[in-house]
């Protein structure tokens, strides 16, 4: 193909090349200085890899040098494993020997990496060739789900995948040289392919967050009004966070453009950001590894908003089905799983079989493959559709469907409710119980009694939680900033004795 | 309310509230303060009890007062708050159902 983003890139480097790519701590990095560094880190990749044929494993932290080694081993032409390096050692060591890894690199000694690269040796070359031509259905990233079952799968995207959606992001977002986008995702997350990928192949500058300060309200604010951020992508947890530390500070004024993704984002939260983000205009992002962005709803600040956010437009090029029940795609209004096709989709999973998730629909536009999302979601009158929620939170409660996301939200409405987790407990007779964990904005605000009559003005009864439970302390969360309902379910597995009945005298 | 070391009295005795607050609170409100828990808080809205917590709440009458709500009784409506269960407590006692 004629230019993919990584070129787009190299052609910023050489024409703006004192330009700022990227901010990290108190360092900028200028788009020719992050290309040497490229430039050396790829042909230390050449060298450890020269089977340009098989993955290059990558395990390493966020920093600036991680971003040149991403970009060198694309130069190269390499396909890149980038999984997150949290992932404990045994499930890592089977995830890159499942993609077929020659090598694992890193940018320190450290357990499975097999090399370690320095993007700043002096005895490298800091120019060289071109990025190497690459067929436009050629693997660049193979990036992995979230693994919240069981091992991540490997979802590899072509650089045509990457370099379309990035020509995608840069016109919705309007990222331009000189545009300042704030990357809070860790780098092996797909929000990069926005924050970070797009940002540099349309020569803006990607602010980049420290993830092992990402809870730091302060410094979050910092980095967006000191650096001009314009674009802010990220999870709910992030734009809360925005709005605890604008407390008694002046507004931001400078955010055009804030993406919610990953989450939905609750009422308490959009609320927030009313006083905090003036001038932004909001976006709902529906997307997923697999596929990437596939619809965007730009919520109008001057209506009313309403929670659940819908999920709006499907993107120019998407296709998509919602089917029903019956296995057959609804044309009025309804319930089912959402399927797209998307212009930036992977081919499919490289370590797990692919055909439970991908295929054609009968009802679908011949010949194109449908990702099943797992989403369950509401087509409405006006054909605007909305998620419930994941067909795998979707549980039976005393015969009646009930998804657990739907009642979280439902309960993080509540003014009082800071944190939500809801989890269904296998139980012999309703088949599921739900228990919910919340945590107050003030202990003792609010009152069992109170949130189930509150549940019960907003849902069925089989929705409402067995038991609701508030704590003190933060919920706990994943490394992506999602709330780890696995650890919630695992700590109630051990104390389930207590809900037991007693016995009545 | 202190156990009681004898046979149930022959005349019925009174069904406290606070008695089945107490109850419904343990059972099936853990952590809650059983004076929290107005009379008429609807307990089938909200999910507290099913049909399940109905039944339970009749063996539990018939444990602690010695009263048996007669299956035509054993309706939902009549177990809906603590109110409610006070007035279906009293009305299976003044009738066969008590022993």
């Known amino acids: ?505 | 309310m202190s156990a009681q070391p004898h046979p149930a009295p022959p005349t019925a005795p009174a069904v406290s509230e606070d008695d089945i607050a107490a109850f419904v609170v343990e059972r099936f409100l853990p952590g809650v303060d059983a004076a929290e828990l107005d009379a008429e808080y609807d307990l089938l809205a909200t999910a507290v009890i099913d049909s399940l917590g109905v039944l339970r709440i009749a063996e539990w009458l018939a444990d602690r007062y010695r009263i048996v709500v007669p299956d035509t009784e054993l309706t939902s409506r009549n177990f809906r708050s603590v109110g409610a269960i006070r007035s279906t407590a009293e009305r299976a006692a003044a009738g066969e159902g008590h022993v």
């Open chain 1, 1 to 505: 193909m004629t230019g993919t983003f990584v070129t787009r890139f190299a052609q910023h480097a050489a024409t703006r090349p004192a330009a700022p790519a990227l901010v990290w701590e108190d360092r900028t990095i200028g788009y020719a200085e992050l290309y040497a560094m490229a430039c050396r880190a790829r042909a230390q990749v050449e060298t450890a890899a020269p089977d340009a044929s098989r993955p290059v494993g990558l395990r390493m932290r966020k920093s600036p040098e991680a971003v040149a080694l991403v970009l060198g081993a694309l130069m190269a032409g390499r396909r890149i494993l980038l999984p997150s390096h949290e992932l404990p050692d045994t499930p890592a060591k089977e995830l890159y020997e499942q993609a077929g890894c020659g090598v694992v690199l890193g940018l320190a000694a450290g357990p499975l990496i097999d090399q370690v690269v320095d993007p700043h040796t002096v005895s490298g070359s800091a120019g060289g060739p071109p990025p190497t031509p690459v067929a436009d259905d050629a693997i660049g990233f193979m990036l992995t789900t979230s693994g919240s079952t069981g091992l991540p799968k490997i979802v590899p995207l072509s650089f045509g995948a990457v370099t379309r959606f990035t020509a995608w992001g840069a016109e919705t977002f309007g990222i331009t040289p000189g545009t300042a986008v704030l990357n809070y995702a860790p780098l092996n997350f797909d929000l990069c392919l926005l924050d970070v990928w797009t940002t540099l192949a349309y020569g803006g500058t990607v602010v980049l967050v420290d993830p092992d300060r990402g809870a730091s309200a302060g410094y979050l604010r910092d980095l967006v009004v000191d650096h001009r951020v314009s674009l802010i992508q990220g999870v709910p947890l992030l734009f809360q966070l925005l709005v605890e530390a604008a407390a008694g500070e002046e507004p931001l004024a400078g955010p055009e453009h804030l993406v919610f993704a990953g989450d939905s984002m609750p009422a308490r939260v959009l609320a927030g950001l009313f006083t905090v983000f003036p001038k932004a205009r909001w976006y709902n992002n529906y997307g997923c590894t697999e596929t990437n962005n596939s619809f965007l709803h730009e919520v109008d600040r001057a209506r009313p908003v309403r929670t659940p956010l819908p999920i709006g437009r499907p993107l120019p090029g998407v296709s998509w089905l919602v089917v029903g029940g019956n296995g057959r795609a609804l044309t009025g209004p309804g319930q089912g799983e959402l399927l797209v096709n998307t212009p930036f989709q992977t081919t499919g999973y490289t370590n797990v079989p692919s055909e439970e998730k991908f295929g054609p629909h009968p009802d679908g536009v011949p010949g194109l493959v449908y990702y099943h999302s797992g989403d369950i979601a509401t087509r409405h009158e006006d054909g605007s559709l909305s998620i419930l929620g994941r067909t795998d939170f979707m549980v039976k409660v005393r015969g009646f469907q009930v998804s657990t996301q739907q009642v979280e939200g439902i309960l993080l409405d509540h003014p009082a409710v800071v944190e939500a987790a809801v989890v269904a407990i296998p139980d012999p007779v309703a088949g599921h119980r739900l228990h919910a964990r919340l945590r107050l904005a003030e202990p003792g605000s609010v009152g069992v009694l109170a949130l189930r009559q509150y549940c019960a003005e907003r849902t069925v009864r089989a929705a409402i939680p067995g038991v609701i439970e508030t704590v003190a302390d933060p919920l706990p969360r994943t490394s992506t900033g999602k709330i780890d309902r696995n650890r919630i379910r695992e700590s109630l597995a051990g104390a389930s004795i207590s809900h037991a009945p007693r016995g009545s005298s």
